[in-house]
């Protein structure tokens, strides 16, 4: 095979974990970093126009184009399961929603196996890696690559969603990524400048400004390893197939569907399924491709007796009119994703940390764009975020260019039932109150007819949508622990100078959004291939709700 590029360090996708990967191990100038990523540029108003966000989510050009097998507790329907192909990966196709996740979750890691990932281990990464514009003193970064900001909140009923909850019985929250997570309030938001703020943006250029970082645009057919050492990666490039050599390591950073795959082309996985699929087994991990989890939402949709929604914005002329602010000035409604407040609420006593999010937005439309009710609307996005429910990814044939095979079995554990029915009937509770008096109309989705269990679980089973929070196939944990692919340190087990650092070696899904883990991984992973101390682990205590064992709120 012919060499195209040699390197220190060669990471496998410019994504979340990827780009911070790139920066922080060239950062001292002592090391060479190859970043291959087959997506072309990020550059142009579809991905850098925050409101835009819905688009480049469905385009073969930005996306991978994936989807799920048809789900059997979901009629047999197929899921989108987009994934980013594009500089910045899926930071520069996702809602921009900017949550670390809870405290507890990080324990939990710990606990199964991910010694080192606690929360006092992981929070000064999370410190590190922001730019916190708002957030809680003592508790954000304020000199990260990443800004973070809130929405401006302007439209009323995003104070009428936080005051719902109030009058409901439920926290408040001024920063749901400070010290207390529980509770309603602002929604963060990964923008700076009116631009979407991804990785490419925060953590790529300005790695690649740097003389010992370089990008290569081809793609990654697999790990090449010798003598149980990996020693580069097999990509193809303008119809070639060619190496890229790595000195000391290969990271694999390609995201929970496409990391998974590329161990299985290389030979780490179930041996069986290897062996059917023809391809020599290098180190046995049942692991690689198990542990798919994922958030399913609904949308709640209410109608609005009053035309402020974004619902009168949605016609091709008020669309240019905020596009062409946005291309300007960059302000304006064209400048934010519209998730500007949020919460975060347990569903039971007993229950110690919350277990439901939820985005609000002052429109009743679909993630992907389409508008769904021909009148003013307001909805929320609502879901369970510790479903028990595990699916896999599979490879479809030993075709490096088969999409592989991904099933998530949505909705297998009965709780997961019981958990979504709450959050419907939690929803209109909400809706229900004082402070949408002046606003709230007919109730558009599931509708008022939506009642019983049968009709709500039908309800779910027709309109559950993913959130997009795929992760969790390239489990971290213990090395004696046949279920984990990564130890704590993210080195593939049975493997030499082979890493996996991305949201696929998530032990268990978190609370919220998946970016912000997702580059805190590699913000941590970073410090691990470099073999420095980690960061001093923090002794600040988050807050848990006094009441948790009697109440919800």
């Not at 911070?20 to 997506?39: C, F, P, Q, T, W």
């Not at 819905?54 to 097998?69: H, K, Q, T, V």
């Not at 400048?193 to 003389?211: C, E, V």
């Not at 879901?383 to 991904?406: E, F, H, N, T």
Request: aromatic letters at 8%; hydrophobic letters at 40%; glycine letters at 10%.
């Amino acid at each position: 095979m012919n060499v195209l590029a040699e390197a220190d360090f060669v990471i496998i996708g410019s994504g979340s974990a990827g780009s911070a990967m790139a920066y922080r191990l060239s950062e001292d100038g002592k090391h060479s970093v190859i970043v291959i990523e087959y997506g072309g540029t990020d550059a142009g108003p579809l991905i850098q126009m925050p409101s835009a966000l819905s688009i480049p989510l469905n385009m073969p050009l930005y996306d991978w184009g994936f989807a799920s097998e048809p789900e059997p507790h979901l009629g047999g329907r197929v899921l989108a399961t987009p994934r980013g192909k594009v500089l910045g990966g899926s930071s520069s196709i996702n809602g921009m929603v900017y949550v670390r996740g809870h405290a507890h979750d990080f324990d939990h890691w710990a606990e199964q196996g991910a010694a080192g990932w606690s929360y006092a281990d992981v929070l000064p990464y999370f410190k590190r890696m922001e730019h916190s514009h708002g957030g809680e003193d003592g508790w954000r970064g304020t000199d990260g690559p990443l800004h973070v900001q809130r929405g401006q909140r302007r439209n009323p009923l995003y104070a009428a969603f936080v005051e719902a909850g109030r009058q409901a019985g439920f926290e408040l929250t001024d920063d749901y990524n400070g010290a207390k997570q529980e509770g309603f309030g602002p929604m963060e938001q990964t923008i700076h400048n009116g631009r979407r703020w991804s990785t490419a943006n925060a953590y790529l250029r300005p790695a690649l400004k740097r003389q010992n970082v370089s990008l290569v645009k081809g793609f990654a057919r697999r790990v090449v390893i010798e003598n149980q050492r990996a020693v580069g990666v097999e990509i193809e490039a303008h119809k070639k197939i060619q190496l890229v050599k790595a000195r000391r390591e290969v990271i694999v950073a390609a995201s929970s569907i496409n990391s998974p795959k590329i161990l299985m082309l290389s030979g780490i996985g179930p041996a069986a399924h290897l062996r059917e699929n023809g391809i020599e087994v290098i180190a046995d991990r049942p692991g690689v491709g198990t542990n798919l989890q994922d958030h399913l939402e609904l949308y709640i949709q209410q109608e609005s007796t009053q035309p402020i929604t974004l619902n009168s914005v949605l016609n091709p002329f008020s669309k240019a009119l905020i596009g062409a602010r946005w291309l300007f000035f960059k302000n304006g409604l064209g400048a934010t994703n519209h998730f500007e407040a949020a919460a975060f609420v347990r569903s039971a006593a007993g229950i110690d940390y919350p277990d439901i999010q939820y985005h609000f937005i002052p429109a009743a439309v679909r993630y992907d764009g389409k508008a769904v009710a021909r009148t003013h609307g307001f909805q929320a996005h609502v879901g369970p975020m510790r479903s028990k429910s595990r699916g896999s990814v599979a490879l479809r044939s030993p075709d490096a260019w088969a999409k592989p095979v991904i099933r998530f079995n949505y909705m297998a554990h009965p709780d997961d039932w019981t958990e979504f029915r709450h959050c419907i009937r939690l929803t209109r509770e909400i809706f229900g109150q004082a402070a949408f008096d002046a606003y709230r109309g007919r109730e558009i989705s599931p509708g008022s007819h939506v009642q019983s269990d049968e009709d709500l679980d039908a309800f779910i089973r027709d309109h559950a949508e993913s959130a997009l929070h795929p992760c969790g196939t390239c489990r971290m944990g213990r090395t004696d622990d046949r279920t984990s692919v990564v130890d704590p340190e993210c080195r593939v087990i049975g493997v030499e100078a082979l890493r996996v650092a991305d949201s696929s070696i998530f032990p268990r899904v978190t609370n919220g959004n998946l970016n912000a883990p997702s580059i805190m991984t590699g913000e941590k992973a970073a410090d691990h291939i470099l073999g420095r101390t980690p960061l001093a682990s923090s002794n600040q205590e988050p807050w848990i709700n006094p009441r948790w064992r009697d109440s919800d709120r």
